[in-house]
């Protein structure tokens, strides 16, 4: 019953535009945060079809019930998994479930169409671009990828190898998965496949998460036993990814203002194996950069609160015109962390991510943050990836439904630039497919004008009679070969 209660209380406040789907979610401090987040999301998106059942068989009316608690019940009733909870709700809907049935079965003859999903605003309508296949981290403090992909085939599944493409994504059904082409522990299985009551899962051997949440971490790639910080940790599946890649050696310091969703983490991470890390329920833009705790910290992951607009879910809250004031009060939020992570002093590298496709919380950002940090640079990532960051921040990645078959994401890598005495030596770093880097070194010939500098400054530590010398020799072989 709880799990309706709140999931009224949120949608209700929702369509009163009090916050986004996303935020309220969170700061609900609900147990089973994703349960509640997919049934608000669901019931939102139908919200029209339930009003109009709803209206039709006078449920209200007979009920007493509230509409909000009506539309989520009526939703799990007709189009989800079934009502979830026992008591007087779920009596009174099941007494009820002929006549809404029925309600849902006119208004589809109504509309000409067969299925549920076809009822829903043009807004919502999926295509095969927009379905997210269901991608699986293979936890690697834990197992490998291949002791998983065998436990599988023992169980009936069909390992087809190596994506090539997004068809190869497509074309997932029934039981048949795929290795990801980009992230060598990821695994792709069809949209509809289920793995919350598995044993790979409940025993942490595998972490259900999208493909874009895990770029981050995987582009950061932290050496191992070196010192890290997760800047915005909860709910900790970048935080495992992290781990998992720092083979449990070194320091992960994870921090995050809300104690729940922190205390929720921690369960997580000791079911992920991780152990390497140290939690701490603080703000990150009260952390000491200067505190001697950090300083070898060389890698900071940021994945600050955003808008949440590149969320599948999320769709009708892009396609309304966004308020502007929220998203430039989370863009001073973002610039004011990203600033932070750049002041730790032995920092080499810090990846600023977000789950929104608005240029204000993404490029722009990282724009600000460059020009107020010049001593940091760009990396370009991954340069095959199909989705680059707008003008002229192409070095960034960008991920979305049609394009690389993923929830909607943003990540860029800065990059301490080399100390100035090093700069003749010029090193321009790609970041490859594989993690690897690939540096390409430039060392050009001192020009003439350089060369006399370096001379005069040889000169200035010798004699002086014979630094006159040599500038009157100089001075003859110029005329001469000219």
Not at 30 to 57: D, G, H, M, P, R
Not at 188 to 217: M, R, W
């Amino acid at each position: 019953m709880a799990l309706y209660v709140k999931a009224a209380e949120i949608l209700e406040k929702v369509e009163q535009k009090k916050g986004a789907v996303k935020t309220l979610v969170y700061e609900s401090k609900f147990q089973n945060i994703k349960q509640l987040f997919a049934l608000v999301c669901e019931t939102q998106k139908y919200s029209s079809v339930l009003l109009e059942i709803i209206n039709s068989t006078k449920l209200l009316k007979e009920t007493k019930l509230r509409i909000h608690v009506a539309k989520v019940l009526v939703y799990d009733l007709l189009i989800g998994h079934g009502v979830k909870c026992g008591g007087t709700w779920k009596t009174m809907m099941l007494k009820h479930r002929s006549r809404l049935q029925a309600a849902l079965a006119r208004i589809k003859i109504k509309r000409k169409v067969s299925r549920n999903q076809d009822l829903l605003p043009s807004s919502f309508q999926q295509t095969q671009d927009d379905v997210i296949p269901r991608y699986v981290r293979v936890n690697t403090l834990k197992t490998t990828l291949e002791d998983v992909i065998d436990y599988l085939k023992r169980e009936g599944f069909s390992y087809q190898g190596m994506a090539s493409g997004l068809e190869d994504l497509d074309r997932l059904t029934g039981k048949t998965f795929l290795c990801d082409l980009h992230l060598q522990d990821l695994l792709v299985f069809s949209a509809k496949t289920v793995f919350h009551d598995h044993f790979l899962y409940k025993a942490g051997h595998i972490i259900l998460q999208d493909k874009a949440s895990c770029l981050p971490a995987f582009l950061l790639n932290p050496q191992v036993g070196s010192h890290v910080i997760d800047a915005c940790a909860a709910p900790g599946n970048k935080t495992s990814h992290l781990a998992a890649i720092m083979k449990n050696k070194g320091k992960l310091f994870a921090f995050d203002l809300d104690a729940k969703r922190l205390s929720t983490m921690s369960t997580l991470l000791l079911r992920a194996g991780v152990t390497c890390h140290q939690l701490a329920n603080q703000d990150f833009l009260k952390v000491d950069p200067q505190s001697s705790v950090y300083k070898e910290v060389k890698y900071i992951l940021l994945d600050p609160s955003c808008s949440g607009s590149g969320m599948v879910c999320l769709r009708d809250e892009v396609s309304e015109p966004q308020d502007e004031g929220r998203l430039q009060a989370l863009a001073t939020f973002q610039l004011r962390c990203l600033n932070h992570a750049l002041q730790f002093p032995q920092v080499q590298r810090v990846v600023y991510s977000t789950c929104s496709i608005h240029s204000q919380e993404n490029e722009e950002v990282v724009s600000a943050g460059l020009q107020q940090n010049p001593a940091f640079r760009l990396v370009n990532l991954l340069p095959n990836w199909p989705e680059r960051g707008h003008e002229p921040f192409t070095e960034c990645l960008r991920a979305s439904t049609a394009k690389t078959r993923t929830h909607g994401f943003f990540v860029a890598m800065l990059e301490r630039r080399p100390p100035q005495k090093d700069q003749q030596n010029l090193v321009i770093t790609t970041l490859q497919s594989g993690g690897e880097e690939k540096q390409d070194t430039h060392q050009s010939d001192p020009s003439e004008e350089e060369q006399e500098n370096m001379e005069t400054a040889e000169e200035q530590s010798t004699n002086p009679v014979s630094k006159k010398k040599r500038r009157r020799n100089r001075k003859k072989q110029k005329k001469q070969e000219s």
